[in-house]
């Protein structure tokens, strides 16, 4: 295979922000202003007080979740007055969600165990849910393929058009069951399909909470490698975190100056901003019982039908905390807050939106924890590789003009002579054409017009016999050009890496529960690219 490890490129979709946090640091340290990693523990131990807290949530939840004894060792290191956490996190997604989401949780597992070594110091891996979040429909889906190889879209039951209640509020109903089944049809009838079916079987069950699912899913998955789950749609854990939300309410003045600024200063850097909201955003969330936006108008905050004054708002976070949420650009607040964050583990969105959001950190006293990007990664099967490897096909082409690919294929494997001769053919026939010409000794303009109308006609005709002709040996190669769109669309489903939809149980489906720990040996958190990650060996 010519690549191991592709750029990331503009044509792969990754922004100039991204592209510059990765390959030109010093461009963009003004958005993340990043102590090293000794000052933040310094900082960190300074200003963490939560601790007692932190472990006895994080140890509730985790038991009820069956968590093996890595996890629980690792939420007892907390108990330290010097541990630190390295946070990643996700939405609570059908199956585990796509297979980034697994990326996510093995990086921050990789990070934690290196720093630990680095700092001598407890560093413990966390992977926060999204259970506030109420996005229904992202949560829905998963891809797989079939044992055909064509792509498969699990979905359970949704209303497209209803505003929900945060996920962490709602259960699974029937149509739970129904997708167990249709991932059990589509899976390959070998050893492996236990691996798959066992755990799912067990913990996706009608009426079980959707977070409580995927949060078991994922320790029977790398829970053995000692990351700790947290659901924040906690009554104990919204109580712990009022008083952050109470402040994000009476300094949402500062707030707004301070995202503008650094919007402002995204803009003049030629940036995008990845989380665009209105002026009058509270940045925040109420549960009525959907999950509504809280607007500023005037002197009142709204949601929907529902109105708060100031002090009225800030009351009913501390009587009622587990009706209110923070928002995209609040939430990495209220995680530095609760657990002592050194280090944050995201993909391109999520460097963007921590771009967004530094002067945040100092507005609220916390210390900014560091930005790593996740692990970015695509499992190339052996019967890929060997095809990739065997025209010597660029990963990236692939993505962008799978159809250039395939006819620069079939034009190494087309006859050079029937070209050449195509273009012999071509000059010998305008010479006779010239010479024809020659055999008129008296000049007759409309005689030469007709004959040279004719020149052109047959050159057109040659150059059509030739496109006709390639055309044909296309349909005759027709496997070939077939094999490469399988390809295609199994690197790129849906024309989106592989990482972005498909699941990880298509992947332990077909080479066991050993491919986790195959993923988290070969991953670096310190990689400046797209991981092409061969199963050949």
Request: hydrophobic share 35%; proline share 5%.
């Amino acid at each position: 295979m010519p690549q191991e490890i592709v750029e990331y490129s503009e044509r792969l979709g990754y922004s100039r922000l991204f592209r510059n946090f990765i390959y030109h640091p010093e461009k963009t340290a003004a958005f993340f202003g990043q102590d090293s990693i000794a000052k933040s523990v310094i900082s960190i131990g300074k200003r963490y007080s939560r601790r007692e807290a932190a472990v006895e949530i994080l140890t509730r939840q985790n038991k009820s979740w069956n968590a093996p004894e890595p996890v629980l060792e690792s939420i007892n290191k907390l108990n330290s007055e010097n541990a630190v956490a390295v946070v990643a996190g996700q939405q609570a997604c059908l199956f585990g969600g796509p297979y980034l989401v697994i990326l996510k949780a093995l990086a921050a597992i990789k990070i934690a165990h290196q720093w630990e070594k680095n700092l001598s110091l407890p560093v413990v891996p966390i992977f926060w849910i999204a259970a506030d979040d109420h996005d229904y429909k992202e949560i829905s889906s998963v891809d797989t393929f079939d044992q055909s190889g064509e792509l498969s879209r699990l979905t359970i039951d949704h209303d497209p058009d209803k505003r929900y209640p945060p996920i962490g509020s709602l259960s699974y109903d029937q149509s739970i069951e129904r997708e167990v089944r249709r991932l059990e049809s589509l899976l390959p009838d070998n050893d492996y399909r236990s691996d798959v079916l066992k755990p799912i079987e067990r913990i996706y069950r009608p009426g079980k909470k959707i977070v409580d699912c995927f949060a078991e899913y994922m320790l029977s998955l790398v829970g053995h490698l000692g990351i700790v789950c947290f659901n924040p749609y906690d009554e104990q854990f919204k109580a712990c975190t009022a008083p952050l939300m109470q402040d994000i309410v009476s300094r949402h003045s500062d707030l707004k100056k301070a995202l503008s600024a650094t919007e402002s200063e995204l803009i003049d850097a030629h940036y995008h901003v990845q989380v665009q909201k209105p002026s009058s955003s509270a940045h925040m969330f109420y549960h009525a019982p959907e999950r509504i936006a809280l607007h500023k108008d005037g002197e009142q905050f709204r949601a929907g039908e529902s109105s708060f004054s100031g002090d009225e708002l800030i009351q009913a976070i501390k009587s009622s905390p587990l009706d209110f949420s923070s928002d995209a650009l609040t939430r990495p607040l209220i995680q530095s807050y609760f657990f002592p964050t050194i280090a944050v583990v995201g993909g391109p969105a999520e460097v963007a939106y921590y771009a967004q959001i530094g002067r945040l950190f100092d507005l609220f006293d916390l210390p900014r924890p560091q930005m790593i990007h996740r692990a970015s990664l695509t499992v190339i099967e052996k019967r890929y590789e060997r095809l990739l490897d065997k025209y010597n096909i660029n990963f990236e082409d692939l993505a962008v003009d799978p159809e250039s690919i395939i006819s620069q294929i079939l034009k190494e494997s087309y006859p050079v002579d029937a070209d050449n001769y195509l273009a012999d053919l071509s000059v010998r026939t305008n010479d006779d054409l010239r010479k024809l010409k020659g055999m008129f000794t008296e000049p007759d303009r409309a005689r030469n017009d007709m004959i040279d109308r004719a020149g052109e006609k047959l050159d057109f005709q040659l150059k059509e016999l030739g496109k006709k002709m390639f055309a044909a040996h296309k349909r005759k190669n027709r496997t070939d050009r077939d094999k490469i769109h399988r390809a295609r669309n199994n690197l790129f489903p849906d024309r989106s890496m592989a990482e972005r939809s498909i699941a990880p149980a298509y992947l332990i489906s077909r080479y066991g529960r050993p491919i986790i720990d195959y993923i988290y040996e070969n991953i670096t958190f310190d990689e400046t690219g797209h991981r092409l990650l061969m199963l050949s060996e």
